[in-house]
């Protein structure tokens, strides 16, 4: 059974940048697409990006768009998530999720493989 984890949050200022990890113990999800949620304690699992298996199309939240990048190395059974100017409203505990499928849903139903996330806090 593959497992994710996750690294690189913390606590940064408005307007900083952080750049989260997600490792993967096998190549098993290395064809299927993968993305990055968040939640807030009290709120639903919201969706943050997400790429295909060949990392050629990836998706991104009206919020976030044109602030984070999702990248992935299949050689390296990484993914990553590079966040910049980041504001008080990221701040959440980010996931790392994947599955094996068709498609590159934003619907985090659909992925059936989770990391132990990794809490982003932005505040000054």
């Known amino acids: 059974q593959v497992h994710l984890v996750e690294s690189g949050g913390g606590l940064v200022h408005p307007g900083g940048s952080l750049r989260l990890s997600c490792a993967a113990s096998?190549?098993?999800?290395?064809?299927?697409?993968m993305g990055w949620f968040r939640q807030v304690s009290g709120k639903e699992r919201e969706f943050v990006a997400v790429?295909?298996?060949?990392?050629?199309?990836?998706f991104y939240a009206d919020s976030v768009k044109g602030r984070f990048t999702i990248s992935r190395d299949n050689a390296e059974y990484t993914l990553s998530l590079q966040m910049n100017n980041l504001k008080p409203e990221d701040t959440a505990l980010y996931y790392c999720?994947?599955?094996?499928?068709?498609?590159?849903?934003?619907?985090?139903?659909?992925?059936?493989?989770w990391g132990q996330g990794t809490q982003v806090t932005v505040s000054s």
């Open positions: 999720a994947g599955r094996n499928g068709v498609g590159i849903p934003r619907d985090p139903n659909e992925y059936h493989v």
């Open positions: 096998a190549p098993t999800l290395r064809s299927s697409a």
């Open positions: 790429i295909s298996g060949t990392g050629a199309y990836a």
